[in-house]
C-alpha cells in the first residue's frame, strides 16, 4: 500500500498532522500499534485553555482557576486566579474525538499495525508492520517517548527523561494538589481530581526511583489530603529538553518523539499539536514545492525550541533548590502584598511572562539569580 504520507503513532501529535494533511487533500495513513486510539492512557489530563483551541476538541471533566501548592514542611500556598487557567480532560476521548476528525478528513486509521522497521527504497520509505508492508514518501515519528522511527532515522535519544508513575485512586479532593520536596527533586508530585471520588495522583523524578518517590508521595497524600485507595499505576517516561534534530531525508519526528514536552511540567500536549501543524507545512512545501524536510528544524528553531529550552532552564533552576529554598520562595509568595500578581501566575506554556512580573514585585526574589545563572549556563 503506498501513500504520500505514512504517519507512525495515533496520539494527539499524529492524529492532529494526519487531520490537517488530510484536510488539504493529501492521502495519510496513521499506523497505530495499538487496538483502539487512547489506550494505553499515560497523561493527567491537565491543559491549558490554548490546548482545547488548537485541538478543536473538549471533553472537558472540570476547569481549575487555581493551585494548591504544598510545601516541604506541609505549608500549603493556593494559587487562585479569576479566570480557568487549566482544564482536566478525559484524555482517551480526546484522543478518540481526535480521531474522529482525522478519519473525517479522509485520513486512513490502522489500528494494531505496529511498526518493526522502516528503509529508504528508491527514494520512498519501506515500512515493515505487523499487517504487511505499507509505502511512503514521507514517514512521521509520532509514536511518542520510545520512538522507533527515531532509533530508523539514527537520531540520538534526549538528553533528559522525567521517570513517572501515576495511579487512579478513590480520593475526594476539589483543587489540583502539587507537592514539592526532596522526594520529588527536580520535579513533583500531584493529586489532580477526575470523574466523581477519583483523583489521578502521580509523581516524576528525572533522576532516581520514581516508584521509591510514589511511595512518599501516597505517604503526603494520606498525611495532608485524606486516604487514597490506589485502584491502577502505571509507569512511563517524559522525554524533555528537545534532540539535536529533528527531521531526516523524507521525515520528521513530531511530539514526545521529538522530546518537546515541558520539562518544568511534564506537560507535552501543546507541543505535540504546536509541532504537528508545523510538520504540516514543512511536508506541503516538500511535497508540493519539492523542498527539504530539514525546513521543519528551522521552523522548530523560531517557534518552539526557545521555549523547550527556557523550561529546561526553569527546571535546572529548580532542581538546584534545596528544601529550605522552596520553603523561604512560599513565605515570599504567600505575602498578603503579592496576592495580585501570585493570582495572575500559571500560564503553563509560556512561564516566563509570569515570572518577571513577579520577580519585579517581589525584588527579594533576585536572591536567586546565581541559582538562574548556573542553571542558565
Ligand atoms: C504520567 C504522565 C502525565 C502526563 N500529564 C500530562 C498533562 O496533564 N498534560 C499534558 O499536556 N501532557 C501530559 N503528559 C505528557 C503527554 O501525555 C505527552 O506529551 C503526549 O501524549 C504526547 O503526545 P504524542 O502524540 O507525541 O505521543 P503519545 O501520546 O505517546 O502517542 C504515541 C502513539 O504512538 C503509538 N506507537 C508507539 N510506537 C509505535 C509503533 N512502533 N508503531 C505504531 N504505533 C506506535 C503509541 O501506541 C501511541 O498511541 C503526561 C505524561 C505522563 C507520562
Known amino acids: ?38 489506550k494505553p492512557e499515560h497523561c493527567t489530563g491537565l491543559f491549558s485553555p490554548r490546548v482545547l483551541r488548537l485541538a478543536g476538541v473538549s471533553p ?28 482536566v480532560v478525559d484524555r482517551v476521548r480526546f484522543d478518540r474525538e481526535l480521531a474522529g476528525l482525522a478519519a473525517k478528513e479522509g485520513a486512513h486509521i490502522h489500528l494494531e499495525t505496529g511498526v518493526r522497521e522502516a528503509r529508504r527504497e528508491g527514494g520512498e520509505w519501506v515500512i515493515s508492520t505487523e499487517k504487511g508492508e505499507f509505502r511512503a514518501d514521507i514517514l512521521i515519528g509520532a509514536d511518542g517517548a520510545g520512538s522507533a522511527v527515531r532509533r530508523m532515522a539514527s537520531i540520538p535519544c534526549p538528553a533528559k527523561t522525567i521517570s513517572t508513575v501515576q495511579a487512579e485512586a478513590s480520593l475526594h479532593v476539589d483543587d489540583v494538589h502539587v507537592f514539592l520536596g526532596s522526594f520529588a527533586r527536580g520535579f513533583f508530585g500531584w493529586a489532580v481530581p477526575h470523574h466523581e471520588g477519583m483523583a489521578k495522583v502521580g509523581v516524576g523524578v528525572p533522576n ?9 508521595l501516597l505517604k503526603r497524600i494520606r498525611d495532608e489530603l485524606g ?9 512511563w517516561t517524559i522525554p524533555v529538553g528537545g534532540l539535536e534534530r529533528y527531521s531526516f531525508p523524507g521525515g520528521c519526528l513530531v511530539g514526545d518523539a521529538a522530546a518537546l514536552a515541558k520539562a518544568t511540567t511534564g506537560g507535552g500536549v501543546f507541543t505535540a499539536l504546536r509541532s504537528a501543524q508545523l510538520a504540516a507545512d514543512a511536508v506541503k512545501g516538500c511535497l508540493r514545492n519539492g523542498k527539504r524536510m530539514v525546513r521543519y528544524d528551522a521552523l522548530l528553531k523560531r517557534e518552539l525550541l526557545p521555549h523547550v529550552r527556557t523550561h529546561m532552564r526553569l527546571h535546572s533552576l529548580y532542581s538546584g533548590l534545596t528544601e529550605r529554598d522552596i520553603s523561604y520562595l512560599f513565605s515570599l509568595l504567600s505575602k498578603e502584598e503579592n496576592a495580585d500578581v501570585v493570582a495572575s501566575l500559571g500560564d503553563v506554556d509560556f512561564p516566563l511572562r509570569s515570572i518577571f512580573t513577579l520577580i519585579r514585585r517581589e525584588p527579594r526574589l533576585i536572591g536567586f539569580l546565581p541559582k538562574l545563572v548556573k542553571a542558565v549556563r
Do not use: C, W
Not at 492532529?16 to 497505530?32: I, T
Not at 476547569?63 to 479566570?83: M, S, W
Open 227 to 235: 486516604d487514597a485507595r490506589i485502584l491502577s499505576i502505571r509507569t
Open 1 to 38: 500500500m503506498h501513500y504520500p504520507v505514512v504517519v507512525v503513532g495515533a496520539g494527539p501529535a499524529g492524529l492532529f498532522l494526519a487531520r490537517l494533511l488530510a484536510a488539504d487533500g493529501l492521502d495519510v495513513a496513521v499506523l497505530e500499534e495499538h487496538a483502539s486510539v487512547g
Open 208 to 216: 532516581g526511583n520514581a516508584l521509591t518517590a510514589f511511595d512518599a
Open 60 to 87: 472537558v471533566i472540570k476547569g481549575f482557576t487555581g493551585a494548591v501548592f504544598h510545601g516541604p514542611d506541609g505549608k500549603t500556598l493556593t494559587i487562585q486566579g479569576r479566570e480557568i487557567k487549566a482544564y
